[in-house]
């Protein structure tokens, strides 16, 4: 099992869907967690971090369970400006090597 | 202005042939990271440096080298240039003292061995 495990996509929606991504993860150790995102051929950037509790960016929320070692991503009224591909990170235990998933790609469409 | 920088941003070189891909940082980061991204494959880490004096190896070190020469400057080297290193390169910086340790990226070196 990869460290890391995301759904490549495409997710193909039209704007103002919503839209959820999941990402698994395989060292219950891992300690953080963040979603990244990036635009065709560009440098990662973060997007948010994932806390224990939730949180909320605007139009993104994030979520963990630790139980089921999953973090999810939802974008409530995609834009098209939110086309890229968001790429999951793990943290592991102790010591912050960051371990990245493949990437999810989305494109909102008109 | 940028705070991870990378040079040079395009490369083109031959088998063989040693190249240097060179990521400054003014964020005053002590931890550098350097990754390759190949299409399907994700962001794979290569090499790791947590202080000047600390260099580790990643999951795919074979074929490279780094050195740390400064807190701001992490190099990367090819020894032997080969075609399956035709990559995107990526430089990156965190800092150990915040909570969520949050990486920042360079924007990245295109190598493409012929």
């Known amino acids: 099992r990869k460290e890391v495990e995301q759904d490549p996509g495409p997710f193909n929606v039209p704007e103002g869907a919503t839209v959820a991504f999941n990402c698994t993860y395989s060292?219950?150790?891992?300690?953080?967690f963040f979603w990244y995102r990036q635009d065709c051929r560009k440098e990662p950037k973060l997007l948010m971090s994932?806390?224990?509790s939730g949180n909320e960016d605007g139009r993104f929320t994030a979520q963990l369970n630790r139980a089921s070692q999953y973090i999810s991503l939802l974008i409530r009224d995609s834009k098209l400006s939110d086309s890229a591909t968001y790429l999951c990170v793990v943290n592991r235990g102790g010591s912050y090597i960051p371990t990245f998933g493949r990437g999810t790609s989305l494109i909102v469409h008109p | 202005d940028a705070d991870v920088t990378q040079t040079p941003r395009n490369r083109i070189t031959k088998t063989g042939k040693r190249i240097m891909l060179e990521c400054s940082q003014t964020?005053?980061?002590?931890?550098m990271y350097w990754y390759r991204q190949d299409p399907g494959l994700g962001l794979r880490l290569i090499y790791y440096?947590?202080?000047?004096?600390?260099?580790n190896k990643g999951e795919i070190s074979d074929g490279y080298s780094v050195s740390r020469q400064a807190q701001a400057k992490f190099s990367l080297s090819l020894e032997s240039a080969i075609p399956n290193q035709t990559a995107l390169y990526f430089c990156?910086?965190?800092?150990?003292?915040?909570?969520?340790?949050?990486?920042?990226f360079g924007p990245g070196t295109r190598l493409l061995v012929l």
């Open positions: 060292n219950s150790a891992s300690q953080s």
């Open positions: 964020k005053g980061h002590d931890r």
């Open positions: 994932v806390y224990s």
């Open positions: 990156a910086t965190s800092d150990h003292r915040t909570a969520q340790e949050t990486q920042y």
């Open positions: 440096s947590f202080d000047v004096k600390d260099i």
